[in-house]
Nanobody
Framework: QVQLVESGGGLVQAGESLRLSCAAS????????MGWFRQAPGKERQFVAG????????NYADAVKGRFTISRDNAKNTLYLQMNSLAPEDTAVYYC????????????WGQGTQVTVSS
C-alpha cells in the first residue's frame, strides 16, 4: 500500500521560508516521478513543482519559479519542497504526489499539509 505523508507546514509571515517533506512508503521510490501540488480555499488544486526519479530534471509553475526548490533523497524515500520568500498568495494545503513515469498522470496522493502565510 502506497503512503505519502507530508510534514513541515505551518504559519509564517510574508518573506519567511518553510521546507516541506514527504515521506514515501509502499513503493520503490527512486524510479517514481514526484510532485507537489497546492489547493487554496475555493480554488482548484494546482501544480507547483515536479521532479524525475533521478532528481536531475524538475519543473515548476511560473508562480513559484525562483522561490521554490523541489528535491529528493532517494536513500531516505523522501521528497522536499524548499519555499523561500513566501507570500500570502502561497497560502494553501500542499499535497505530495507520485507517478510511475514522468509522462503519466499522478496517481498517488498524500493527505496534505497546511501552509499559511500572513501579511
Amino acid at each position: 500500500q502506497v503512503q505519502l505523508v507530508e510534514s513541515g507546514g505551518g504559519l509564517v509571515q510574508a518573506g519567511e521560508s518553510l521546507r516541506l517533506s514527504c515521506a514515501a512508503s509502499g513503493l520503490t521510490f527512486s524510479p517514481y516521478a514526484m510532485g507537489w501540488f497546492r489547493q487554496a480555499p475555493g480554488k482548484e488544486r494546482q501544480f507547483v513543482a515536479g521532479i524525475q526519479g533521478s532528481g536531475q530534471v524538475s519543473n515548476y509553475a511560473d508562480a513559484v519559479k525562483g522561490r521554490f526548490t523541489i528535491s529528493r533523497d532517494n536513500a531516505k524515500n523522501t521528497l522536499y519542497l524548499q519555499m523561500n520568500s513566501l507570500a500570502p498568495e502561497d497560502t494553501a494545503v500542499y499535497y505530495c504526489a507520485a507517478k510511475a513515469t514522468w509522462f503519466q498522470p499522478y496517481n498517488y496522493w498524500g493527505q496534505g499539509t497546511q501552509v499559511t502565510v500572513s501579511s
